[in-house]
C-alpha cells in the first residue's frame, strides 16, 4: 500500500506555452508605421474590396539635390522596415506620398506634393533587402504619379542614357501619364 506522503513525487512536463501572433489594430499599425522613420508626417488606412488595405504614407523630403535616387533610398529604407517589423500584408498597398519645399512665384515657401508611388505588400514581401538599391526599388513600384515640381528631374533621367536604363521601369510609369 502506498502512503501519500510516498506517492510518486517526480515533476510533471509542463505543458508547452503556446504563444499567439499580436495582432495589432489600423491605429496601433499606424502608429508603427510612423514611428519606423522620422520623414513620415501622417499614416492612414483605408479598407479595400479584397479585404486588404491601402496605407497612404506622407513623407517630407527634404533633399531635392538628387531627388529621384534620394527619395528611392528613403522609401526603399521605409518599406525594408516595415517588411522586417511583420507590417506588410499581401494584400496590403502603401502609397507614398512625397511632399518637398518648395517657393511659390511670389517668394513664399511652403511644401509640395512631388510624387505618388506605391508599392504593393506582396511585391515587398518577396524583395531580398540584401541586393536593393534605389533605382531597383523604383522600378518595383505598382504606379508611380508625378507632379510638375519633379517632371523635371524625372526628363533629365530619362534623357541620360546609363540612368534611363538604370531606372527603366519606373520611369516607364511615371512619364506613362
Known amino acids: 500500500m502506498v502512503t501519500p ?33 522620422s520623414k513620415i508626417t501622417e499614416v492612414q ?19 531635392f539635390s538628387n531627388a529621384i535616387y534620394e527619395t528611392g533610398m528613403l522609401l526603399s529604407d521605409i518599406s525594408k522596415k516595415l517588411a ?8 496590403d498597398e502603401f502609397l507614398f506620398f512625397v511632399n518637398v519645399p518648395t517657393t511659390d512665384k511670389y517668394g513664399r515657401s511652403g511644401e ?3 510624387m505618388k508611388i506605391a508599392w504593393q505588400g506582396d511585391d515587398l514581401l ?3 533587402w540584401k541586393n536593393m538599391f534605389p533605382p531597383m526599388f523604383l522600378n518595383l513600384a505598382s504606379r508611380v504619379e508625378l507632379r510638375p515640381i519633379m517632371r523635371g528631374d524625372v526628363v533629365k533621367l530619362a534623357q541620360d542614357p546609363k540612368e534611363a536604363a538604370e531606372y527603366r521601369g519606373f520611369l516607364a510609369k511615371a512619364l506613362a501619364k
Not at 506517492?7 to 499599425?29: G, I, R, Y
Not at 522586417?84 to 494584400?91: G, T, Y
Request: hydrophobic fraction near 35%.
Open 45 to 63: 488606412a483605408l479598407v479595400t474590396a479584397n479585404g486588404g488595405k491601402v496605407w497612404s504614407i506622407f513623407v517630407k523630403e527634404t533633399i
Open 84 to 91: 522586417k517589423e511583420k507590417l506588410v500584408e499581401p494584400k
Open 5 to 37: 506522503d510516498k506517492q510518486d513525487k517526480s515533476p510533471k512536463a509542463e505543458e508547452p506555452v503556446v504563444s499567439q501572433p499580436v495582432v495589432l489594430t489600423d491605429e496601433q499599425k499606424a502608429a508603427q508605421i510612423q514611428k519606423s522613420n
Open 112 to 114: 509640395g506634393l512631388a
Open 126 to 128: 518577396k524583395i531580398d
